[in-house]
Nanobody, 130 residues
Framework: QVEVVESGGGSVQAGGSLRLSCRFSGYRYNGYCMAWFRQVPGKERERVASIGSAFSTSTPDYTDSVKGRFTVSVDDNSNTLWMQMNNLKPEDTAVYFC?????????????????????WGQGTQVTVSS
């Protein structure tokens, strides 16, 4: 059984930084798709960034609004997904969710660029004030 624990959210002023982490305990698969999503009340969930263990997905994919500001990485030894968020803007305010999917799962078939993941974190609030 995979247990997902997120941490790192909080409140910052515009221009500040936060680092989110997400640990997938009990993840025994040899490979992954992992991603960060965010959601604002009344809006659809948005995939912020994704990364995979396959060669074709090893380069992170970012939504345009965070390119150059957010960086994702994975610690394979601890099955931990990170996202460093710099130069935060008020429009980055949202609940952020992490997700993972094993090899040949639904996300894997879409090159990790989907919201069809098996394992989800509980969400962490990020608030950026102007």
């Amino acid at each position: 059984q995979v247990e997902v624990v997120e941490s790192g959210g909080g409140s910052v002023q515009a221009g500040g930084s936060l680092r989110l982490s997400c640990r997938f305990s009990g993840y025994r698969y040899n490979g992954y798709c992992m991603a960060w999503f965010r959601q604002v009340p009344g809006k659809e969930r948005e995939r912020v960034a994704s990364i995979g263990s396959a060669f074709s997905t090893s380069t992170p994919d970012y939504t345009d609004s965070v390119k150059g500001r957010f960086t994702v990485s994975v610690d394979d030894n601890s099955n931990t997904l990170w996202m460093q968020m710099n130069n935060l803007k008020p429009e980055d305010t949202a609940v952020y969710f992490c997700a993972a999917d094993p090899p040949y799962g639904p996300a894997w078939r879409w090159g990790c660029r989907t919201d069809d993941y098996n394992y989800w974190g509980q969400g962490t609030q990020v608030t950026v004030s102007s």
